[in-house]
């Protein structure tokens, strides 16, 4: 089963070509689903899976408290790797046809109204390198909407000051190219004259983002930074790494900026997960409705 399972992730790695971050969640999620099958139905084959077995699998994932959106997960995880067994003819059939996929709860995804993001941009004080680094980078993380793995991925070569633009790869090692405010501009090229190379001291890294070892910032690094940021800011909504992303694609859209646009800068593959934004600037325009019409 082992076996089948490295077979599985060197697919997704080689051919596939999916995001890091992608390949380390079906992994770990195959991961538990071949223990259960070892431990629990004490299967050794996977021809011998069957559907009402893999459905028992899943209620046990529920009984846990397993949210409808990690039971998902687990099917889509579970179904694509049946499906490459069966290609691979290495089973004679694929437990998972007719498997029902549970309803989700899609959530409106969180934002900063522009005041709170004037707010936490304007908390970092340039004053050193250090402020001059987190200033480059929130006003970067809401200058281009980039997700805070594609944030700590940059190289210096992936920024284009003269020509205003950043380039990252995205989920699936994609690339796009995604335009930069006079402000964001601003602190990036503030940083880099005057605060990247005291961090980088006499080492030798590419990293755009560096911490205080010189090394490549990491998404822990960054997150507690947001957090001291915020809390300076006075900022008490619930903030993740992703709040910039869903703000920044909420307030192009607010202010008329075409949906296509804005998929193409966040790198959706598909419109349909853009189009969650619409939903929470519709609400948005709810509440102000509510707050200000004289007969709401």
Request: aromatic residues 8%.
């Amino acid at each position: 089963m082992e076996d089948r399972l490295r077979d599985f992730i060197h697919f997704l790695i080689v051919e596939k070509g999916l995001a890091k971050n992608t390949i380390v969640s079906y992994e770990r999620d195959l991961h538990s689903y071949l223990n259960y099958l070892k431990t629990v139905e004490v299967i050794a084959d996977l021809n011998e899976v069957q559907r009402f077995q893999i459905i028992r699998f899943l209620a046990k994932l529920k009984d846990d408290g397993k949210s409808s959106k990690t039971l998902a997960r687990h099917i889509a995880s579970i179904r694509a790797f049946h499906q490459f067994l069966l290609r691979e003819k290495a089973v004679e059939n694929d437990p998972t046809v007719h498997l029902e996929t549970p309803q989700q709860e899609r959530s409106l995804p969180k934002v900063l109204n522009i005041q709170e993001v004037e707010k936490l941009l304007d908390s970092p004080q340039a004053n050193d390198h250090y402020g001059k680094r987190d200033k480059a980078m929130i006003e970067l993380l809401y200058a281009t909407g980039i997700r805070v793995s594609e944030l700590i991925g940059l190289n210096i070569g992936d920024v284009h000051l003269t020509m205003g633009f950043v380039r990252c790869m995205g989920k699936g090692s994609k690339e796009r190219i995604i335009p930069l405010g006079r402000t964001a501009t601003a602190a990036l090229q503030d940083y880099l004259d005057h605060g990247r190379h005291i961090f980088l001291k006499k080492q030798k890294d590419d990293a755009l983002f560096l911490n205080h070892l010189g090394k490549r910032l990491t998404r822990q690094g960054f997150w507690k930074i947001l957090k001291r940021l915020s809390a300076e800011a006075g900022i008490t909504k619930e903030l993740t790494p992703h709040t910039l992303r869903h703000s920044f694609a909420t307030h192009l859209l607010e202010n008329g900026a075409d949906l296509r646009a804005v998929q193409e800068m966040l790198g959706h593959a598909d419109i349909s997960t853009t189009q969650i934004y619409t939903h929470v600037t519709k609400t948005r325009l709810k509440d102000v409705y509510s707050q200000f019409h004289p007969r709401a």
